[in-house]
């Protein structure tokens, strides 16, 4: 995915401009983010948008989707994933969807708030647990997507300049700084 | 049309030709043209102006397409170099790509390169520690590849020229296995490097913890601010290129200052196929150059030549440098051209907690990484059963005690977390290799890179040596960090190849024989000696100082000698 498409994708989205699919005859519909290796349709990219939301949702901060996350995480699986992670991916987002269809008996992203919550700390739960096998791949998906959502939140402009506040040029080195000072 | 060719041989006519811009090249550069004299400069790569061409230097991690990441495939393309622990998505522009550059592995070599104006400089981990007399008469002592020609005293003066001029920062810490400098203000210890330098004062005989010595302006000097370069900012971005000028490379010091003179002309693109020998005059006359753009043929002529490739390039200009008198490669009638190669030992590491010194912390960020082990075993006599030995590095840190766990409210809390977790420790291994025939570089016979000249075969190993070192520091390391009441110890080995330490050295050895070495105590080939050899090439052993601060040394040392010689006539 090249930078001008995640812009025009991420003016796209944020502007609620996602009227678009209608003119297309497939049921699923293509995806609006224009991906070069990874291959997914409308309903996966929703899924996916709906996932990194419900990981991190707007609350007195901005969210997934205030951010772009979203976009972060399918750029970052479409450009620096091996071949292998996004057949994993896709595997798992299959089953994925699958699972949130039993338990939720409705497609993922068609969720409240609270369903999507309650299915995610399921996989959460699991997530934990040494014996489960991750034979469709549903955990290694999951953790694509939350692993992808959190290194492009903590590394997006608005984590390293209003919450934990990177600095670019530090102009010092303490070398015995008190503890006391750093956690204040 | 005579009269034209006349021109052009004068025009491509210099004082001295210096083959490589990087960190011994920008230091012959600088000395020829401070000495008066015209100096063409030879650069392969492209070129890389300070702070005009660091195109990510000020970059916050959310202006990089992947947020720093390297793309799959590049990482694909270039396994080689992807394994370098700097080839990030900041800095991969400086590093020369897999397929740029092919060459043979006979043995599995991770051959890391940077081919542009300041090479490896740009690049480097600017620690810069002096070679003792423990080490110059290191093969003697120990028997095995031959003496070096030259002992601490020789180069003494000139490891105190080349640190005022580059800064070097370090404390005046009095060990006789690591001499003192001029030194810049060190960048101190926090409280858990100095609980263990501690430690080890009163537990353990010559063994100690010092701040790391290293190329960055603490506090600069006004030869430094002359140099337009700055104090250091603690940002530890330095493989982007520095902003400011905090770290010493050739890009931001030697090279500008050589080119300053008006008597530097910097030739990039330039590939160097061969020295040119001349029978009749018993001399080399110059180099043969391919353009790397339009792949022509080009002579330049100098009565001396400093060849500064980096090591192993080095090792290929002399092999591919063939003539009559010399068939097997410029100087070598001893025969021992691009053999007893050997690099550094950094196969393994150890990490730990500590639960002390809760009430400390750090603030702000160590540009010299923490604290530097010097070698102590068998430095006085023979005590193991392995030959020689290996410096540590040695840092501790505390780290937020952020989390990813939970989603939500939950998660976002998590990663806020401003709590500190407890002091984690490291130490990685840099051990001294020896020298052997059988670890040797070579024209391949067939194979031929992009500017028509051979390939480089490369067959390097570790040996049992090498694993007997690596076995001692784990156990040595283990021990100490026990005593000093670390927890959690995990020592690890790796089973990387040999040049991702990219301390390769050796191939055109110095030595008092002419058979059995390449080099006198000069630098100048023993054969054919208006040519110098003064950067990694040129290294008898390896030690386990990193190496960069001594090929500084030799190379002002050996520019002040050739120098010398152009005045008394010997090189006209």
């Known amino acids: 995915m090249n930078r001008r498409a995640a812009i025009r994708n991420m003016a796209l989205i944020l502007g609620g401009a996602i009227v678009l699919p209608s003119c297309l005859h497939d049921d699923k519909g293509k995806a609006i983010v224009e991906l070069e290796r990874l291959k997914i349709d409308a309903e996966q990219e929703k899924l996916v948008n709906s996932l990194t939301q419900t990981i991190l949702p707007k609350t007195d ?35 994925f969807a699958d699972e949130a269809k039993n338990q939720m008996n409705k497609a993922f992203a068609d969720g409240t708030d609270q369903e999507r919550t309650a299915f995610v700390q399921s996989v959460e739960k699991q997530s934990t647990d040494k014996n489960f096998k991750d034979d469709g791949k549903l955990m290694a998906f999951y953790q694509m997507v939350k692993g ?31 503890a006391s000072k750093a956690t204040a | 049309m005579a009269n034209l060719n006349i021109d052009s041989i004068k025009e491509r006519t210099f004082d001295a030709i210096v083959i490589g811009s990087g960190m011994s090249g920008g230091w012959a550069a600088k000395e020829f043209t401070g000495k008066g004299l015209k100096a063409l400069v030879l650069e392969r790569g492209r070129d890389v102006k300070h702070l005009k061409d660091y195109p990510t230097t000020n970059l916050y991690p959310w202006e990089f397409p992947h947020h720093g990441v390297v793309p799959d495939a590049v990482q694909k393309a270039n396994p ?43 690049l480097w981990a600017r620690q810069t520690q002096r070679w003792s007399d423990f080490d110059f008469e290191g093969p003697e002592r120990d028997g095995f590849a031959v003496d070096w020609p030259i002992r601490y005293a020789d180069i003494a003066p000139w490891y105190s020229y080349v640190e005022k001029f580059a800064g070097i920062s370090g404390n005046r810490d009095g060990l006789a296995e690591l001499p003192d400098g001029e030194f810049l203000p060190a960048f101190p210890l926090n409280a858990v490097e100095t609980y263990f330098s501690n430690h080890l004062k009163k537990n353990y005989k010559g063994r100690h913890v010092i701040s790391a010595r290293c190329a960055h302006l603490s506090k600069p000097n006004q030869i430094h601010l002359d140099q337009g370069r700055g104090q250091c900012q603690e940002r530890t971005l330095c493989q982007r290129g520095c902003p400011f000028g905090g770290y010493f490379s050739a890009n931001s010091s030697t090279i500008p200052w050589a080119l300053k003179t008006g008597l530097c002309t910097l030739r990039p693109h330039s590939v160097v196929e061969s020295i040119i020998y001349d029978d009749k005059k018993g001399k080399a006359t110059g180099v043969r150059v391919i353009d790397a753009q339009t792949k022509e043929a080009i002579e330049y002529y100098a009565p001396v030549i400093f060849v500064n490739a980096a090591a192993l390039n080095s090792n290929l200009i002399l092999l591919n440098s063939r003539s009559s008198r010399f068939p097997n490669g410029l100087g070598n009638d001893s025969g ?34 923490g604290g530097y082990i010097p070698r102590f075993r068998n430095l006085h006599k023979q005590e193991t059963n392995y030959l020689r030995g290996y410096a540590a590095g040695l840092y501790a840190y505390r780290g937020r005690m952020q989390s990813g766990e939970g989603i939500g409210e939950d998660l976002k809390k998590n990663l806020v977390n401003k709590e500190l977790g407890g002091w984690q420790v490291g130490s990685h291994m840099m051990g001294e290799t020896i020298p052997k025939e059988s670890n040797y570089v070579a024209l391949d016979k067939s194979l031929k890179d992009p500017w028509g000249i051979p390939q480089l075969k490369i067959s390097v190993d570790y040996d049992d040596n090498d694993e007997k070192m690596k076995k001692d520091y784990i156990e040595q390391m283990t021990e100490m960090f026990t005593s000093a009441g670390f927890k959690n110890i ?77 005045k008394k006539g010997n090189l006209s």
């Open chain 2, 80 to 122: 080689i170099v992807n394994r370098c622990y700097a080839f990030g998505e900041d800095a991969m522009h400086f590093f020369v790509k897999d397929a740029e550059h092919p060459y043979v592995q006979e043995k599995p070599f991770d051959w890391i390169r940077g081919y542009q104006t300041g090479g490896k400089s740009l």
């Open chain 1, 148 to 178: 992808q959502t959190i290194f492009g939140y903590t590394t997006s402009k608005f984590f390293m300049t209003k919450q934990v506040v990177y600095e670019l040029v530090p102009g010092r080195y303490n070398a015995m700084y008190p």
């Open chain 1, 61 to 95: 901060t901005p969210g997934a989707a205030e951010l772009g996350i979203n976009l972060f995480v399918f750029k970052m699986m479409d450009d620096c994933a091996s071949k292998e992670q996004q057949a994993d991916f896709i595997t798992g987002l299959k089953t």
């Open chain 2, 490 to 566: 995990r020592p690890g080995t790796d089973h990387r190849a040999p040049g991702l330490d990219i301390h390769e050295m050796g191939g055109v050895r110095m030595g008092k024989d002419p058979k059995t070495s390449m080099l006198d105590k000069w630098h100048r080939l023993h054969a054919c000696p208006n040519v110098y050899v003064t950067d990694g090439a040129s290294m008898t052993s390896t030690s386990c100082q990193n190496p960069s601060l001594t090929y500084m040394a030799f190379t002002a040392r050996a520019v002040d000698h050739a120098v010398g010689e152009m």
């Open chain 2, 336 to 369: 021992t051209l691009g053999k007893y190669v050997a690099f550094h030992n950094y196969s393994a590491h150890i990490n730990a907690e500590y639960d002390g010194a809760k009430e400390w912390t750090t603030d702000g960020r160590n540009p010299a990484g």
